[in-house]
C-alpha cells in the first residue's frame, strides 16, 4: 500500500502543478487552432453567393466542427479538475460574455446542419445568418473574455476588445489557408486574399494590443510582454504571417496552411507566458495557490494522460480520412 | 451566505426581475431539461443505429438500409442539438454556481474532464465518419464507428451521472480550508466515483432512455405504416421496438420500486417528499392520490388526499420489511424542498411506467396474434405515445433533483450558498429570458425536422403526403376509419 500512501502525499512529480498548467494551455491552444479555423470558414461563407461554393465549404466544415468543437468542454473541465477557483472566477466574473459564448457557440453549429433539412430558400438564408453571426461573435466573445481575464481589464477597453478581434482576425486567416489548402484553385485564389489581408491585421492588432499593455501596464503584464519569449513570439509571428502570405500568394497552399496553423499555436503560448504564473490576475491568484490536492491531481494525470493521447490519435484518424479536395458536395477521391 | 431575505421577484425601474437564485436555479433546470431530451435520444438511440448498422452491412437487406439511413439522420439531428445544448451546462456550473464548482472541483473535475475525453470526443470523432465517410472506409471501419459512437454516448451517461450521483449520496472526501473557502478534498476515488447511488442511477437512466427511444421508433414506425401498410421497413421497426418495450418496461418497474428503498435509506428527506409524509411515523404507500381541494395540489400532504394505499407498505418499503417502522416525516427538517412538485413528478413518472408495461403488453398480445400492424387503435395509440417516455424520464429527474432540495450536495452545500455572489437579478434575468425563448424556437425546429424526415419517408415509399395532412409534432389528425 506504499505506491497509494505516495499518491495520496505528493505530487506524482514535483512540478505536476505546472505540467497541468501547460496541459491546460494546450487543451487551450488545440481549440483556439482548430476551432479557430471553422470559425473562419464560418466567415468565409458570408463572401459566397453561388450555392456550389457554399456547399464546399459546408463540406470541409461538415465531418470536423463537432469533434474540434469538444475542446473547449476539455479546456473547460480540465481547468475545473485542475484549477477549481479559476474555473469559477472565469466563468463567474464574465458572467454574459461566457453565456454569450456559449450562445453563439450554438447558433454556429445549428446552422449548417439545420440548413441541409430543407430545400427552401428562406429557410436556408436564415440558417446561413445562423452560420455566419455565430462564427463571428463565437470568437469575438470568446477572445474579449481572454483579454479580460489576463489583463484584468473591463470589457470595453483596448486590451479586452483586441484579444477579441485577434481571435476573429486570426481565425479567418487560418480558416482561408485551410479551405485553399482543400478547394479548387479559382476559389482558392479568391479566398487566399480575404487570408492575406486578416494576417496583416492580425499581426497589426497582436502589436497594438501589446503596446497597448507595455503603456498601461493592464494587469501588471509589461513587464512579461517586454520580456525575451514574447518577444521571440512577436518575431515568429511575423515570420510566419509574413512567410505565410507569401506562400499563399505563390500558390503554395499547403505550406501556408502549416504556417497559418502556427498563429493561432503562438497565441496560445503568448497567453499560457502571461497567465504564468498567476494564473487569475484580477485576485492575483498563482497556479500553485490555485491548485488541487496531491490524490485528485495525481488521479486525474493517471487516467487522464492516455485518454488525451487516445483523443489525439481519434483526430489523426478523423483527419486521415476526411483527407484531400473538395468540390461541390463532395469529396474527390 | 446567501441572503434569502431578498425578495425573489421584484420590479425594477421598467422590468420584472428575479433574484439571482431563482432565475439560476430556473435557468439550469430548463437548459438541462432540454439537454437531457437530446442527451437521452443519443444514449437511447445508440443500440437501434448499431443493430440496424450492422444488420445493413451484414445481410444487404433493404429494409435495414432504410432504417439505419433515417434513424441515422435523426441521430445527427439529436447529436448536435446535444452538444449545442451540452455546452452551456458545464458552463452553468461557473456562471451561475461558481461557489458549487469551487467546492466540490476536485470531486466532478476530474469525472467531467473525463466525459469530455474519453467520451465526448469518441462520439463526436466517429460521428463525422458514420455521416460523411461510408464512401471512405471499410464496411468494418463503418460498422465500428457506428459503435463506437454508441460506446462514447454510453460512456458519456457514465461520468456525467457519476457527478449526479456524488451529488445526491457524496463520499469519499473531507472538507479542508484552500484559499480561505471550505471546499471538498478527495480522500478515497472509488468510494467517490462509485457512490452507492451510482449503480441505481445509470441503470435507471440508461433503460428510461432506451424505453423513450423504443417509444419514438414505435410512435413514427407506427405513423408510417398507418399511412403506408405495406412498408416492410417499418412493420420491422415497429415489432422491434414492441419487443424492446415488452424487457425494458417491466424492468424498469422492477428497478425502481427497488432503487426506491435505496433512496429512502440515502435520502429520507427526499423519500418523505415523494410520500407527502409528514409526521414521523408509520408511512403508508399511495398507489393513487387525488387532491380534495385546489390547496391539496400546490400543497399535497398525506392526510389531506384521497388515496389508494396500502397500509405501512411506505414502512415496510424504507425499512426492508417491517410494516410498522418509523418513517422519519417532511416537520423533522428545518428547510424542505417543493413538496408538491415532488410528489406530483413522483406519481406522473410511476403512472406512465405503468402504461408503457400495459402498451407493450398490448403490443406483444398482436404480434402473438400476427396482427401488429392491423390495429388501427393500437397504431394510434403508439402515435399518441411517442413524447411520452420522454415526459416519463423529465418528471422522473425532477423528483431526483428537486427532491434533493435545498441542497446542491445532499448534507454538505445548499443551493442557495452555491450561487454567485456577484451575479446580479438583472444579468440572470436577461440570460434565463434568453435561453428559454432560444431553446423554445430549438425544441420546435427539432419537431419540424422529425416531421420533415418522416413526410420523406413516406414520399420515398411512395404514399400521399398532402398538406392537409401535416403533421405537427408527435399527435397526427386522427381519422375516424378505426
Known sequence: ?333 | MFSTALPDVLIQGWALQLSPELASRAQFGWTISVHIIFASLSVGLAPFIVYFTWKDVRTDDERFTRLRSFWVKVFAAGFVMGTVTGIPMSFQFGTNFPQFAEVAGELIGGPLAFEAKMAFFLEAVFLGVLLFGQERVSDRTYVLSSVLVGVGAWLSAFWILIVNAWMQTPRGFEMITRNGMEVAKLTDPLAAFFTPRMPWMYVHMVNASVISVALLVAGVSAYIVWKKRDAAAWNTALKLAVIILLVTAPLQAVHGDAYGRHVADTQPQKFAAMEAHYETGTADLHLLAFPKSIDAITDPKAENLFTVSLPGVGSFLASGGDFDAEVLGLNEYEENPPVAMVFWSFRFMVGLGFLFIGLALWGGYLIYNGRLSESNRFLKTMIAASPLGYAALLTGWYVTEIGRQPWVIQGELRTSEAVSSTLSGTEATLTLVGFVVIYIGLILVALHVLRWLVEDELRELGAKVSDDDRWYGPVPKVSDDD
Request: hydrophobic share 55%; glycine share 10%; net charge negative.
Open chain 1, 1 to 333: 500500500m506504499t505506491e497509494l500512501v505516495l499518491l495520496v502525499d505528493a505530487y506524482l512529480v514535483d512540478a505536476l502543478p505546472e505540467i497541468w498548467f501547460g496541459a491546460v494551455m494546450f487543451a487551450l491552444a488545440m481549440y483556439v487552432v482548430l476551432d479557430g479555423f471553422d470559425f473562419g470558414i464560418g466567415m468565409l461563407y458570408a463572401t459566397r453567393d453561388d450555392e456550389r461554393e457554399k456547399e464546399t465549404l459546408l463540406t470541409a466544415f461538415g465531418p470536423v466542427w463537432d469533434a474540434n468543437e469538444v475542446w473547449v468542454v476539455a479546456f473547460g473541465t480540465m481547468l475545473l479538475a485542475a484549477f477549481p477557483r479559476v474555473y469559477s472566477r472565469v466563468l463567474a466574473d464574465h458572467y454574459l460574455l461566457a453565456l454569450g459564448f456559449v450562445l453563439a457557440l450554438l447558433f454556429r453549429g445549428l446552422g449548417p446542419e439545420m440548413r441541409e433539412q430543407r430545400d427552401d430558400e428562406r429557410w436556408k438564408r436564415y440558417w446561413d445568418y445562423s452560420f455566419i453571426g455565430g462564427s463571428f461573435l463565437a470568437p469575438l466573445l470568446f477572445g474579449t473574455l481572454a483579454g479580460r481575464w489576463i489583463f484584468d481589464a473591463p470589457t470595453l477597453s483596448l486590451p479586452a476588445l483586441l484579444t477579441g478581434v485577434g481571435l476573429v482576425t486570426v481565425s479567418v486567416a487560418t480558416g482561408a489557408a485551410f479551405l485553399t489548402a482543400k478547394t479548387r484553385p479559382r476559389l482558392a485564389s479568391d479566398l487566399r486574399t480575404y487570408g492575406i489581408v486578416a494576417t496583416l491585421v492580425y499581426l497589426i492588432g497582436v502589436v497594438a494590443l501589446l503596446t497597448t499593455v507595455v503603456v498601461t501596464d493592464a494587469g501588471g503584464a509589461a513587464e512579461t510582454v517586454l520580456s525575451l519569449p514574447v518577444g521571440a513570439i512577436v518575431v515568429l509571428s511575423v515570420v510566419a504571417g509574413g512567410g505565410g502570405s507569401v506562400l499563399a500568394l505563390r500558390g503554395k497552399y499547403r505550406a501556408w496552411l502549416v504556417s497559418a496553423l502556427g498563429l493561432p499555436a503562438l497565441l496560445s503560448l503568448l497567453v499560457a507566458l502571461l497567465l504564468y504564473p498567476t494564473i487569475y490576475p484580477p485576485t492575483g491568484l498563482t497556479v500553485r495557490e490555485a491548485i488541487v490536492s496531491p490524490l485528485a491531481l495525481n488521479l486525474v494525470t493517471i487516467l487522464g494522460f492516455p485518454a488525451l493521447l487516445l483523443v489525439l490519435w481519434y483526430f489523426k484518424f478523423l483527419y486521415g480520412v476526411f483527407s484531400g479536395p473538395i468540390e461541390g458536395e463532395g469529396y474527390e477521391s
